[in-house]
C-alpha cells in the first residue's frame, strides 16, 4: 500500500489501440508495440490499452494488458511487456500509476500478472522504476528468470572473455569445418531455420511454442534474421531471432541437432551470431536459462562459457 508521502494523483483510462498508437509509437520494445499485440490478439479475450493522466488530463504512462479469463497479463504472447513513458517520469508518477492500476484491476474483479523486461531495455529509468513502484505498493514478486545477454562490444576480444578452460572448446569447434549462413526472410528460408530447430526440441523435450505459421505472420510486422549452420551438407543448427529494439536483437530459438556434439557446434554458433551483430546491435539478448525461477543449470553455464553476462527477468503479481 501507498505511504505517508503525498503523491500525484493518476487516473487510469482505457482507449483505442488507434489512440494509443498516437501515443506510443515508438516503444522501447517489439513487445509493447500495438502492432505485436494486435497480431496476437486471438490468443486471449480482449486486450486493454491503458493510460494514466495526471489531474490535468495529460498523458504520463501506458500499458498493454491481454485479458484472459481472470487475469490481465502483460506480456500475454511475449518474453515481457512493461510500460511506455511519453518522456522521463519521476518515481512518483511510476508509484501513482500502479496504486491507480491497482484500483482498476480491482474494479473488474480480476489480478494482473506482469513480467518486466531485463534492465538491458531500460529506456530513462522505465523498468527500474516501475519494478521499484511494484515492491512499494505491495505487489508480489512470482518469479526471477536468469537472462543472459551478449554485448558486441565484446567481439574485438572474444577469445578473452571467455573462461580458460573453454578455449580449447571454442578453437576445436573453429577448425571442425562448419558451414555458415545468413538466410533470407523467404517462406522457404524460414522454414528450413525452423526445421533445425524443431528438431533441436524435439530431442531435448522442451516445448515450441511458436509454430511456422506464427513465425512467418510475426515476421511480417517484426524484423527477423534467421541462420543456419552446416556440416558435410547436413544443416546441423540455427537461428531465430527478433529485433526488439534499435540496440538490441533478441534470440528467439536456437539451438543444434543430436548427433555432433562432440564437435562443439553450438559454440561456433555463438561465435558466429556475435560476429554477425557485432557492429549492427550493441547487445544480444540470448534468453532465460530458466522457467519460473529455476535455473537450467547447464543452459547457464553455457551462456556464460560463451561470454554471457546474466541479468534478471521479474514478473509480479498485483
Known amino acids: 500500500m501507498r505511504g505517508k508521502a503525498s503523491f500525484v494523483d493518476m487516473n487510469i483510462r482505457r482507449i483505442t489501440p488507434q489512440d494509443y498508437l498516437e501515443l506510443f509509437g515508438e516503444p522501447s520494445h517489439i513487445y509493447n508495440s500495438v502492432a505485436f499485440n494486435e497480431l496476437n490478439r486471438h490468443k486471449c479475450d480482449d486486450i486493454h490499452y ?13 500499458l498493454i494488458l491481454g485479458e ?8 500475454f504472447s511475449a518474453p515481457f511487456g512493461g510500460v511506455e513513458q511519453i518522456k522521463q517520469q519521476r518515481v512518483r508518477q511510476y508509484i501513482d500509476f500502479v496504486d491507480s ?19 538491458i531495455y531500460d529506456r530513462d529509468g522505465n523498468v527500474e522504476k516501475l519494478l521499484c513502484a511494484l515492491l512499494t505498493c505491495g505487489a508480489r514478486r512470482v518469479a526471477t528468470e536468469y537472462n543472459y545477454h551478449y554485448p558486441t562490444e565484446r567481439f574485438q576480444s572474444y577469445v578473452e572473455f571467455l573462461p580458460r578452460d573453454e578455449r580449447t572448446k571454442f578453437r576445436k569447434a573453429c577448425k571442425a569445418g562448419f558451414g555458415f549462413e545468413v538466410l533470407g526472410n523467404s ?17 531435448h523435450g522442451y516445448p515450441l511454442r511458436m509454430s511456422l505459421d506464427d513465425v512467418l505472420a510475426t515476421t511480417e510486422v517484426v524484423g527477423a534474421t534467421f541462420m543456419v549452420m552446416s556440416y558435410e551438407g547436413e544443416d546441423v543448427a540455427a537461428v531465430q531471432a527478433f529485433d526488439v529494439s534499435p540496440e538490441i536483437v533478441q534470440i528467439i530459438y536456437w539451438g543444434d541437432v ?19 551483430f557485432a557492429g549492427k546491435k550493441t547487445i544480444v539478448d540470448v534468453g532465460p536459462s530458466s522457467s519460473d525461477g529455476i535455473p537450467s543449470l547447464g ?4 551462456k556464460e562459457e560463451v561470454g554471457c553476462v546474466l541479468t534478471p527477468k521479474s514478473s509480479f503479481v498485483l
Request: glycine content about 8%; charged content about 30%.
Open 50 to 62: 491503458l493510460i494514466s493522466e495526471d489531474e490535468h488530463g495529460k498523458p504520463r504512462l501506458g
Open 187 to 203: 517462406a522457404d528460408d524460414i522454414a528450413r531455420a525452423y526445421g533445425v530447430i524443431k528438431k533441436n526440441r524435439e530431442s
Open 258 to 276: 543430436p548427433g555432433y556434439s562432440a564437435l562443439r557446434p553450438m559454440r561456433f554458433l555463438a561465435y558466429k551470431v556475435f560476429e554477425y
Open 299 to 302: 543452459l547457464c553455464d553455457f
Open 68 to 75: 484472459r479469463g481472470d487475469v490481465l497479463a502483460s506480456p
Open 101 to 119: 492500476l491497482s484500483a482498476y484491476v480491482k474494479t473488474l474483479g480480476k489480478e494482473i500478472r506482469l513480467t518486466l523486461p531485463p534492465h
